[in-house]
């Protein structure tokens, strides 16, 4: 209804906010689903063998092994990447 009101509305205001918060929204969507791809390719680089770029073969891994003790329990990620 901003269309057709008065000049002392607040309708300016109220349309600078909402364009202010859908473009927020879109930067926000936006930096999830960069960070969702820049998440998938690390944990990808762990797992993923390039030695056929090369002419020798891949002499580096990744070690993974479970890890408990008294008070924690998770897994220990070791190696060359």
Do not use: K
Request: hydrophobic share 45%.
């Amino acid at each position: 209804m901003c269309w057709q009101a008065p000049r002392d509305s607040p309708c300016g205001e109220l349309a600078r906010l909402l364009d202010a918060r859908n473009m927020h929204g879109r930067a926000g969507l936006a930096a999830v689903i960069t960070g969702g791809v820049v998440g998938a390719v690390t944990a990808a680089s762990f797992l993923t063998d390039f030695s056929f770029l090369r002419f020798t073969p891949a002499q580096d891994h990744v070690d993974v092994s479970p890890v408990a003790n008294g008070s924690d329990i998770g897994a220990r990620i070791q190696g060359v990447w």
